[in-house]
């Protein structure tokens, strides 16, 4: 991994996957910081890869507070 953005890798945006054990649940956490839960793997890459379509980034911290790099992708 380069330096700079924790959220890219070469240039290339990193989305997350993770399963929760004992379901079908799996939770899509994009570059953005956007998270969403899904049971559909196909609606999870749907919205993962349809950003910025559907996505709510996380709030921004409140002022004074630093400010994480992948919020600022």
Same mark, same amino acid.
């Given at each position: 991994?380069?330096? %700079?953005?924790?959220?890219?890798? %070469? @240039?290339?945006? #990193? ?6 054990? @004992?379901?079908?649940? =799996?939770?899509? #956490? ?13 609606? =999870?890459?749907?919205? =993962?890869?349809?950003?910025?379509? @559907? ?11 630093? #400010?994480?790099?992948?919020?600022? #992708?």
């Amino acid at each position: 991994m380069t330096t %700079g953005d924790p959220g890219t890798a %070469g @240039g290339r945006a #990193v989305y997350r996957i993770h399963w929760a054990p @004992g379901t079908d649940n =799996l939770r899509a #956490v994009c570059f953005c910081g956007a998270e969403e839960e899904f049971e559909d793997p196909v609606a =999870l890459w749907d919205w =993962l890869l349809g950003h910025p379509e @559907g996505h709510n980034p996380r709030p921004a911290p409140e002022s004074g507070a630093p #400010v994480p790099a992948a919020a600022l #992708v």
